[in-house]
Nanobody, 121 residues
Framework: QVQLVESGGGLVQAGGSLRVSCAAS????????MGWYRQAPGNQRELVATISSGGSTSYADSVKSRFTISRDNAKNTVSLEMNSLKPEDTAVYYCNVRAENLWSGRNYDYWGQGTQVTVSS
């Protein structure tokens, strides 16, 4: 089992910046891809950004050039730096981790509890 603890988020005015972070912990797991998703009221959860264990990143078109995802493999943490925030970025942001169980070799997806990001106009 992998536990994810998120931090950061909050309320910011349009054009401002916020950072959300997520720390993963667990025994006998190897963390593979890490990422962030978000869900606004009435909408489906959508991918924001992902980063592989090797550092390759991908972003949703709506956040490219504004958001930056990073990770610290030694600490099993992933962060999302969000700049030039817009009201449409308002959502609950969820950390996602894909981890391999070192006993079984199977991969599992884990989700954080979510953290609210609100951007006022």
């Amino acid at each position: 089992q992998v536990q994810l603890v998120e931090s950061g988020g909050g309320l910011v005015q349009a054009g401002g910046s916020l950072r959300v972070s997520c720390a993963a912990s667990g025994r006998m797991f190897r963390i593979d891809d890490m990422g962030w998703y978000r869900q606004a009221p009435g909408n489906q959860r959508e991918l924001v950004a992902t980063i592989s264990s090797g550092g390759s990143t991908s972003y949703a078109d709506s956040v490219k050039s504004r958001f930056t995802i990073s990770r610290d493999n030694a600490k099993n943490t992933v962060s999302l730096e969000m700049n030039s925030l817009k009201p449409e970025d308002t959502a609950v942001y969820y950390c996602n981790v894909r981890a391999e169980n070192l006993w079984s070799g199977r991969n599992y997806d884990y989700w954080g509890q979510g953290t609210q990001v609100t951007v006022s106009s």
